[in-house]
């Protein structure tokens, strides 16, 4: 049984530049949330993937996107970068939505300069 | 979602036990009490869930009295590598979306 898989692992981007990250969820898990992480402050969630279908959305604004496709493997995508958007993005696969049994992956850390 | 207090900060020596109490005095009735794990540059791991009375699995205890607007997360005989944030998060865990994690207690752990 494989965990969560997410890529890269870390990336430095521009400020103003668009940005994809990418994670691969635990097999048969079918949900996908996304977090972001900011130093020293706990994860905050920024939205839920189920079947596809975006089910859940934190306080982050539409430049924060995202994709499920049919192998549950997940995107997000952030456009127009901030620095503030500096931080560690975690994935999260379970097997359904509203179960507590997250699997996190080990993060892609973004550093925007 | 109920709020939760944990302390920020624990220090405690290798194989000393360790209790980590969480406040949540607005939990609800659907509500389930959860512990997180992580450590550096990774995700968070899940530890132990619960919703009453005592729950242990094979790293962990979790107390919840009556009331269940407190619980305590016991980790017996802690080592080096038991150093990290541990949160405890609130939530119906039949329907939460969401995971929402507040700042943690740093666990450091020292020989």
């Known amino acids: 049984e494989t965990g969560v898989t997410q890529s890269p692992t870390h990336l430095i981007k521009t400020r103003g530049q668009q940005v994809t990250l990418r994670c691969s969820s635990q097999?048969?898990?079918?949900?996908v949330s996304w977090y972001q992480q900011a130093l020293g402050q706990g994860p905050q969630f920024i939205f839920q993937?189920?079947?596809?279908?975006?089910?859940g959305r934190g306080n982050f604004p539409p430049r924060f996107s995202g994709l499920q496709f049919p192998n549950y493997s997940s995107e997000l995508n952030v456009n127009a970068l901030e620095l503030d958007d500096s931080a560690l993005y975690l994935c999260?696969?379970?097997?359904?939505?509203?179960?507590?049994?997250?699997?996190f992956g080990s993060g892609t850390r973004l550093t925007v300069v | 979602l109920a709020k939760t207090t944990q302390p920020i900060s624990m220090d405690s020596y290798e194989g000393q036990e360790v209790n980590i109490t969480c406040s949540h005095n607005?939990?609800?009735?659907?509500?389930?009490i959860t512990w997180y794990q992580q450590f550096p540059s990774q995700g968070p791991r899940f530890i132990i869930q619960?919703?009453?009375t005592k729950v242990t699995n094979e790293v962990a205890s979790l107390f919840i009295p009556a009331d269940r607007k407190s619980s305590t997360l016991s980790l017996p005989r802690v080592s080096l590598s038991d150093t990290a944030v541990y949160y405890c998060?609130?939530?119906?865990?039949?329907?939460?979306?969401?995971?929402?994690f507040g700042s943690g207690t740093q666990l450091t752990v020292l020989p």
């Open positions: 999260a696969s379970s097997l359904s939505q509203g179960s507590y049994g997250y699997t």
């Open positions: 097999s048969g898990h079918n949900t």
């Open positions: 993937y189920y079947r596809e279908e975006e089910n």
């Open positions: 607005n939990i609800a009735t659907n509500d389930y």
């Open positions: 619960g919703y009453k």
């Open positions: 998060l609130v939530g119906d865990a039949g329907s939460a979306r969401q995971l929402t």
